[in-house]
């Protein structure tokens, strides 16, 4: 038979000297009852403007799938073509939306040309604004991404520095701001065009230094010829330049 004191000896010292009434109940099993789990909340859903909905209508070329940069003056196109489309305050709006959003900076980031109404290429984007939009969508995806994204963006800069046609610290200049870590990713982007134009000019001196063909040089090296073209063609420009 069951020791009925060694029973009640075990029993939780909360309840010792207290009414059965008002002793705990102990739950059954070994684990704990968890509390129910709140079920996660779906994220709202952002009204769209429906002057965006119409813009994409009346001009998918510029605000379909795809953004394209707009030219400078769109806004007093729009109002002109479609006056009874378009209030003046409520556009304004719209195109604020439009040309903050995320899709919209990345057209501008990859170097696109400005387009007019009927999505023609009429003139190029500064490379201040390329730039300013690659920082912006780069610290709106670093926000949202635990992957250090730096490496990307440098690239980025670089290839945006190369295609603005400027030299190296003509571009830091325009584009240098207050902020200093925006700063310190031209400064790095920098850093890496001298390396690579270092490299460059290292080879084209050993290549001229050989007597080679651009073919024996690159057969010497284990190169390939037409990538030694490309470098050495690259130095000569740059020294015409």
Not at 40 to 48: D, F, H, I, L, T
Not at 199 to 226: I, P, Q
């Amino acid at each position: 038979m069951t020791d009925m004191t060694t029973s009640a000896a075990a029993a939780p010292a909360e309840n010792a000297g207290k009414p059965d009434a008002a002793r705990k109940p102990r739950p059954q099993g070994n684990r704990r009852p968890h509390p129910a789990k709140a079920a996660p909340q779906a994220r709202p859903q952002r009204e769209v403007n429906p002057l965006l909905e119409k813009l994409f209508e009346l001009h998918p070329k510029l605000f379909g799938a795809q953004f394209l940069p707009l030219k400078l003056g769109i806004f007093q196109d729009l109002l002109a073509r479609h006056p009874d489309v378009f209030k003046k305050d409520e556009l304004k709006l719209a195109m604020g939306q439009h040309a903050r959003s995320t899709r919209y900076l990345e057209s501008v980031a990859a170097g696109l040309a400005c387009h007019d109404l009927d999505g023609n290429a009429v003139e190029p984007v500064s490379p201040e604004h390329v730039h300013h939009a690659i920082l912006e969508v780069f610290r709106r995806r670093q926000a949202r991404s635990k992957e250090d994204l730096r490496p990307r963006v440098i690239a980025r800069i670089v290839a945006a520095i190369e295609a603005s046609g400027l030299p190296r610290e003509e571009y830091a200049e325009r584009v240098r701001v207050q902020d200093e870590s925006a700063n310190s990713l031209v400064d790095e982007a920098l850093s890496q065009l001298k390396l690579e134009a270092a490299k460059r000019d290292a080879l084209m001196a050993t290549f001229k230094a050989s007597g080679k063909t651009e073919a024996e040089f690159a057969e010497m090296y284990g190169m390939d010829v037409r990538e030694v073209a490309a470098v050495l063609e690259r130095v000569r420009r740059d020294q015409a330049a």
